[in-house]
């Protein structure tokens, strides 16, 4: 296993490259289940406190605007490093009529631009393996939560221990990086990275050891689809 460039001119130039094609990639390299997956993320991840919520890694603002449909009451800013996906995630909160509740803002989830105890919901997907910082991103997070509210992390995972296991690792590892290069027309290392990150990236019980260490308490861990995927959470 490599270890992937998670610099920040590597993810930035990534992410504005494949921007046009994120979510049609997501959906047909998933089989269509990352809709269910932020369906049932967000359903569970109901805010505990007063408050704005925060989406980091917004994208293409899917996140966003399904945490605004589900929570009209309140308002959410979607944060980003790439302004390409930001571009589009405009035209998505536009067609959807949400600009009066969705701000999103091009920035560093390592130094976000936030007061502390901001957020009462602070939730990044499929994002923070690309921080430079694993640490340095939770604790950020940690930091702009208020007391009592919520830092979820929802992540892919390499399952170990079921039947699903090595048929999972097999398309992960040799599948999906060609579908995603031929689908797109870019080089298989632009997808080669999405593999690496994961498997490179702390799982179970690392990770919520490391979100104790940044002060978060009462952890808590959802697996969905057979551990492909896990909701991760912590109180601030």
């Not at 901001?118 to 997907?125: D, I, W």
């Not at 509210?149 to 995972?157: N, P, R, W």
């Not at 290392?189 to 994961?198: E, K, N, P």
Request: aromatic residues 10%; charged residues 20%.
């Amino acid at each position: 296993m490599s270890h992937p460039d998670k610099s920040p001119e590597r993810i930035q130039s990534l992410f504005d490259t494949i921007a046009p094609r994120y979510d049609f990639l997501n959906h047909l390299l998933s089989f269509g289940i990352d809709r269910s997956w932020r369906r049932r993320a967000v359903k569970r991840l109901q805010p505990q406190v007063d408050g704005p919520i925060l989406d980091l890694c917004t994208g293409t603002a899917d996140f966003a605007i399904a945490f605004a449909r589900r929570n009209p009451e309140r308002k959410v800013v979607g944060l980003d490093f790439s302004a390409n996906m930001l571009e589009i995630g405009r035209k998505r909160i536009a067609s959807s009529k949400l600009d009066s509740q969705i701000e999103l803002v091009q920035g560093d989830a390592l130094a976000m631009p936030f007061e502390d105890n901001s957020f009462s919901l602070v939730s990044v997907s499929y994002g923070l393996r690309n921080m430079a910082d694993t640490m340095q991103g939770l604790c950020e997070m940690a930091r702009v939560c208020k007391p009592g509210g919520t830092v979820a992390v929802i992540e892919f995972c390499m399952p170990e221990r079921n039947w699903f296991a090595p048929i999972y690792r097999f398309y992960f590892r040799h599948i999906l990086p060609r579908m995603g290069a031929f689908l797109t027309g870019e080089t298989v290392g632009a997808y080669r990275h999405l593999i690496d990150s994961v498997m490179s990236f702390p799982q179970g019980e690392t990770l919520a050891g490391m979100m104790r260490d940044v002060g978060l308490s009462q952890i808590a861990q959802y697996p969905m689809t057979f551990g492909t995927v896990a909701i991760n959470t912590g109180n601030g």
